[in-house]
């Protein structure tokens, strides 16, 4: 470590300081029997960046196993992006479900 001398002769050492990053959350979709697969797949293009090749695979994964994570993204992200797809999805009379849980 490099020190810095003051001037009185003292010599103060500078201590690394290491920033833990920010927890990451999962975003994810929970099934329902009434929202339609398309309606999801256009909700992971718009909100979540998906090509349409991706967005079908999350939409079967969600359709088969009751959930599926569009993303992980920071705690702010994560829910604004549960808000945004929340509300969408209220919008168009759907009862998607969007949820963050903590990576």
Do not use: W
Not at 22 to 30: G, I, K, S
Not at 61 to 75: F, I, L, M, S
Not at 78 to 103: T, W
């Amino acid at each position: 470590m490099s020190g810095e001398h003051l001037n009185d002769g003292t010599v103060v050492e500078r201590e690394a300081v290491r920033v833990k990053p920010p927890p990451l959350f999962h975003v994810v979709l929970l099934n329902d029997d009434y929202t339609p697969m398309e309606f999801v797949v256009g909700v992971l293009q718009r909100f979540f960046g998906k090509g349409r090749e991706q967005a079908t695979a999350i939409m079967l994964k969600v359709h088969h196993e009751g959930r599926g994570v569009c993303g992980v993204y920071p705690r702010d992200v994560a829910a604004s992006k549960v808000e945004q797809v929340c509300d969408y999805a209220r919008e168009h009379q759907h009862p998607l479900q969007c949820v963050m849980e903590e990576a």
